[in-house]
């Protein structure tokens, strides 16, 4: 007889976990029963078959004949190839944020005492807490008391902790920062727009005396417009939480472009916000400018005028076709959607163009970095990943991340073939990217897709490389791969 029913809070701590094992030939799809279940009720659990097993979503372990998911091609040799970019990043961002921040004449609002919500998103942005640290500073300055609000939508899996949690995997502490952080996933509605949309706020934000947003400007990774990733992205998604995001992404590309500057702006107007602080970001990923904005310019002219200053400061892939691209590790630090879709050229959102450049028949991605604590989005943009990749995927969290962006995630949560070793996934990738000659495959490797300064590339490339004027061959380099299993 069973044992009694496991509850809801063990289900799903129980249920995060996928185990891959690849056997020789004469192996088959085995499940790895639970361990809480004791031994006199797993001969039931087995003969059901369905039953409890698939109701409660034990942990499944996939065994896979090894022979028939191996490859043994050959991997072609690699050279290292450095981007020249032109940058002149800031010296000083403690002083730029004090400067922008003097210029806007933002002192003369306040007034002693006044609780100011200050915004904290879930990006891996550069220099994230001295900017952070340095508007927090100004505003005690200035006789304010900020707090820090998580603004992030749904993520942190959607709840309190886990976005207080999502913070201090960025640095972003109530020590490093200097202020006290105070999350809840709670919100007020605060009236709606022209068709009828809710909009919502994060309610300790709402309940402040004014809210200072802050946040990168950059190309959305979804969608093109004269607004995409930046401030007003920040008012309607990242402070309306997980009600603000389903909201914005349940008609898909249509909320992304038509509803959420609208939402945006009722957030700044209703919703005391008192200014917007740019981040700009040159292509190695260092602070080029920081920029502050008043109300009456987030969501329009000045902040379009940012996104259109960042575009051309973008770094990307210098090659326009490519037969297999591999990348090192993927997650929410790197990119909203795991790796960058404007650098990979994938967009699979049913009626939304993909970008033009480039075209890459295969992609492999190795691993998730340790900041993305589990969330997995943007797997599904790759086609080969590994057995440690999946294992290390919360399915909690990138599910509801992945849902409630709705048909603009839906693409990007699936699980890719997954093979056992770095060294398979390659392989396998190279043996079906669509070019019979190993030594002919046009192939890049790169650690992710924020970071594109250094490229490893396949001799099939060297003619191209020679040709650009901004592209120098540093030498050959070998390969380094993970043996081992996940």
């Known amino acids: 007889m069973l044992h009694e029913k496991p509850t809801d809070r063990s289900v799903s701590s129980i249920a995060q976990r996928l185990r891959f094992v690849y056997r020789p030939a004469g192996w088959g799809i085995n499940i790895a029963l639970p361990t809480v279940l004791a031994p006199d009720a797993m001969a039931g659990v087995v003969q059901s078959g369905k039953g409890w097993l698939s109701h409660y979503g034990w942990p499944m372990q996939i065994t896979l004949n090894i022979e028939d998911i191996h490859a043994d091609t050959p991997l072609p040799p690699l050279f290292r190839v450095r981007q ?19 210029r806007l004449g933002l002192a003369a609002q306040l007034r002693p005492g006044m609780r100011i919500a200050v915004t904290a998103g879930s990006r891996g942005i550069t220099n994230i807490v001295p900017i952070t640290a340095a508007a927090v500073r100004w505003l005690r300055d200035h006789g304010a008391e900020p707090f820090l609000v998580p603004a992030m939508g749904s993520h942190g899996g959607a709840t309190a902790e886990g976005q207080v949690a999502l913070l201090a995997a ?12 105070r999350a809840t996933m709670e919100v007020v ?11 919502y706020m994060d309610r300790l934000a709402a309940e402040a005396d004014g809210v200072l947003v802050i946040n990168r400007i950059k190309t959305h990774t979804s969608f093109k417009a004269p607004i995409e990733s930046g401030l007003a992205k920040m008012c309607a998604v990242g402070l309306g939480k997980r009600h603000g995001a389903e909201i914005v992404h349940r008609t898909a590309v249509y909320g992304l472009k038509e509803q959420l500057v609208p939402m945006a702006r009722m957030v700044v107007e209703r919703g005391k916000v008192l200014a917007g602080l740019a981040i700009l970001e040159d292509a190695r990923d260092q602070t080029a400018a920081i920029v502050a904005l008043p109300p009456a310019e987030i969501g329009g002219p000045g902040e379009a005028a940012l996104l259109a200053r960042s575009k051309d400061m973008m770094a990307r892939l210098p090659f326009d076709r490519l037969d297999v691209l591999v990348v090192d590790r993927i997650g929410k630090n790197i990119s909203g959607t795991g790796m960058d879709t404007n650098v990979i050229g994938r967009l699979p959102i049913p009626g939304e163009p993909p970008p033009e450049r480039p075209v890459i028949n295969v992609i492999v991605v190795f691993d998730l970095t340790p900041e993305t604590h589990g969330n997995a989005n943007g797997i599904g943009l790759a086609d080969i990943t590994t057995a440690r990749l999946a294992t290390k995927i919360d399915f909690h969290a990138t ?14 949560g699936g699980l890719p073939i997954t093979l056992p070793t770095e060294r398979d996934a390659v392989a396998m990738a190279i043996k079906t990217c669509g070019q019979p000659d190993p030594a002919a495959v046009r192939l890049v490797r790169i650690p992710d897709t924020l970071h594109l300064e250094e490229l490893l590339v396949s001799a099939a490339l060297l003619p191209e490389v020679a040709a650009h004027p901004d592209l120098d061959v540093l030498g050959p380099a070998a390969w380094v791969l993970d043996s081992a299993e996940g």
């Open 84 to 102: 020249r970019w032109q940058t002149a990043p800031l010296a000083d961002v403690t002083a730029a944020v004090r400067a922008e921040l003097d």
């Open 170 to 181: 960025l640095g972003i502490t109530e020590q490093s920062i200097g202020c006290p952080i």
């Open 189 to 199: 509605e605060l009236g709606r727009i022209a068709d009828g949309t809710p909009v």
């Open 399 to 412: 599910y509801v991340n992945v849902l409630t962006a709705g048909l603009v995630g839906l693409c990007k």
